[in-house]
């Protein structure tokens, strides 16, 4: 018996039912004249994930339900051809007089026009990003289908996202009859989070004893990734076969079964490391944003900086030179060193660029506010007004030309307050919000050693790595006049706010407790300005937004 399974790793946009569908039935077709019998596509396909309050909307709900029949009509022809789509399902109904609202995370199989079996999702995730149980009743049960030719059938078990994470859903579905474990899924990429899924279903088909088949998401939607990343294990846990990660593609995978043991074969993708998965995903999270959003392209100020200029290298990464434009507003503070670097940097990677200098504004504003400020100090007062120059002439490029304003605070500063609102904060899109300064630094020089997208070596000049950090907004500032190193600060921000230690743990691993007392206490006070903060593309496990909610208005103290 042989079997070729089509793993559609597949880049879809919420809403988009005609479109996720249309490109549902191109991947299948194309699969079928590869020879391919089954077809999985990832969790939610046919609306796309997560489409979040939408799926309260019973119009929503109706609509994929109608999207899943019209799919199943597209692809009546294809005799034998089973193809697994994701999509929800349910609604309102009444017990008794009472209304009950019974929503589900599904997946059915299709097959020559025909939904011939479906499966809800029983195991909901409500951790991190995730929160599946604001929408969705658990699913009971197992799904055993059949694929193939017939004669030929091999005996598939369909398993949603968590499903697999958990022992007992595979083990019943192996228990019911499965020769073959079919996983679809969408999971946000954070670092590290493929290298997870692998070995956690490896632990699953050692347990069960089933190879095991993971179709899963690729593509940006809002705030959050999904690399891709599909992959095949034998049912002794070796890779059979991986999809690369952050493109679409459709994984091939050769089912053999010889004396009633299974094996499969595919291509498999090379190992990649952790920065170049950081860039592929910052990369990829610009450029859906950006497109899905319709947006015709993007600006941004450029500092001469190491924050601005990682973000400038990914935009055109992401979009094309053409598609980006950086503007230098110089101000009294500025280094010539700061003029000279942005130019040098535009110069290599081709943007257009412009200098708009913001002196004058600078005066005019100190001009009108003199009589207030009078016998008053300069201090971070004047320091803000031209941060919010900044960002007024940035707004109002975006406004007349239609770019999206691309911000380019990293988290180091959303976490300690060091940025101004309605000025480095005003904009549509926060490309570094989740990566902290150690880490900016460190992408910086891995970008400068390779070139993925081909738009020249070595984008960053040197002197932007090696230079100090300076906001230039007042005489020979540097950022550690207000902040720890940012060694320091990152190892306290990490520990704190991703890994959840308390200020004991982080005292007990090395740190001094008065760089731990600033830091924290800057967290707290500084939620005020991250809520105002534009939408940013999240790579750890725990980002400010969805991962992180913590109270404005708060006096506990640890």
């Known amino acids: 018996m042989t079997l070729k399974i089509c793993v559609a790793q597949l880049n879809l946009v919420v809403g988009d039912l005609a479109g996720n569908a249309q490109k549902i039935t191109a991947a299948a077709r194309a699969a079928y004249q590869d020879g391919a019998r089954l077809v999985l596509t990832p969790e939610l396909s046919i609306c796309g994930y997560a489409a979040e309050d939408l799926f309260l909307r019973s119009a929503f709900i109706a609509a994929c339900d109608d999207a899943v029949k019209s799919l199943a009509a597209a692809l009546v022809d294809l005799k034998d051809l089973c193809v697994v789509v994701g999509h929800p399902t349910g609604g309102d109904q009444r017990t008794r007089s009472v209304a009950v609202s019974q929503r589900w995370n599904a997946a059915s199989v299709l097959r020559e026009g025909q939904v011939i079996a479906t499966y809800a999702k029983r195991e909901l995730p409500n951790y991190q990003v995730f929160d599946e149980r604001r929408y969705f009743t658990p699913g009971q049960g197992v799904c055993v289908f059949e694929a193939g030719a017939p004669g030929e059938r091999l005996k598939v078990g369909l398993l949603i996202c968590e499903d697999a994470w958990f022992e007992a859903p595979a083990r019943e579905t192996a228990q019911a009859g499965a020769q073959l474990l079919a996983v679809i899924n969408a999971s946000p990429f954070h670092l590290g989070k493929g290298d997870e899924r692998e070995l956690r279903m490896r632990e699953r088909v050692l347990a069960c004893g089933l190879p095991l088949v993971y179709a899963h998401l690729v593509g940006g939607q809002d705030e959050v990734v999904f690399e891709g990343h599909s992959f095949v294990l034998n049912a002794d846990g070796s890779v059979a076969g991986r999809a690369p990660s952050f493109i679409e593609n459709s994984l091939l995978a050769h089912v053999e079964q010889a004396q009633g043991a299974i094996k499969i074969v595919a291509s498999i993708a090379p190992e990649r490391t952790p920065d170049a998965d950081l860039w592929d995903a910052l990369v990829l999270g610009v450029r859906d944003y950006i497109g899905k959003n319709g947006f015709p392209g993007v600006l941004l100020g450029l500092s001469g900086g190491i924050d601005s200029a990682l973000v400038l290298a990914i935009a055109v990464d992401a979009l094309g030179r ?32 412009d200098e708009l200098s913001i002196v004058p504004e600078f005066e005019a504003f100190k001009a009108t506010l003199a009589g207030e400020f009078k016998g008053l100090a300069e201090d971070t007062t004047e320091e803000n007004i031209q941060a919010r120059i900044r960002g007024t002439l940035l707004m109002a490029l975006s406004n007349k030309f239609g770019s999206i304003v691309l911000t380019t605070g990293n988290k180091s500063e959303m976490a300690t307050g060091y940025c101004t609102l309605y000025g480095d904060m005003a904009g549509g899109f926060a490309v570094i919000k989740d990566l902290v300064k150690t880490t900016v630094f460190r992408l910086a020089r891995w970008r400068n050693a390779h070139d993925p997208y081909g738009t020249g070596a070595q984008p960053i000049p040197e002197r932007i790595i090696t230079r100090p950090p300076s906001a230039e907004l007042r005489p020979d500032q540097k950022d550690q006049d207000s902040l720890p190193p940012y060694e320091v600060l990152d190892g306290i921000l990490q520990r704190y706010m991703e890994d959840d230690q308390s200020i004991e743990q982080i005292i007990a691993a090395g740190f001094a407790p008065a760089d731990v007392e600033r830091v924290t206490r800057l967290i707290k006070v500084n939620e005020y300005k991250r809520r105002q903060s534009p939408v940013g593309i999240r790579v750890t496990h725990r980002s400010f937004g969805k991962d992180w909610r913590y109270p404005i208005t708060n006096r506990f103290r640890a």
């Open 322 to 353: 053409d598609r980006v434009r950086a503007v230098m507003m110089p101000s009294p503070y500025t280094a010539d060193i700061s003029w000279i670097d942005a130019r040098d940097m535009a110069e290599r990677l081709g943007v257009r660029y």
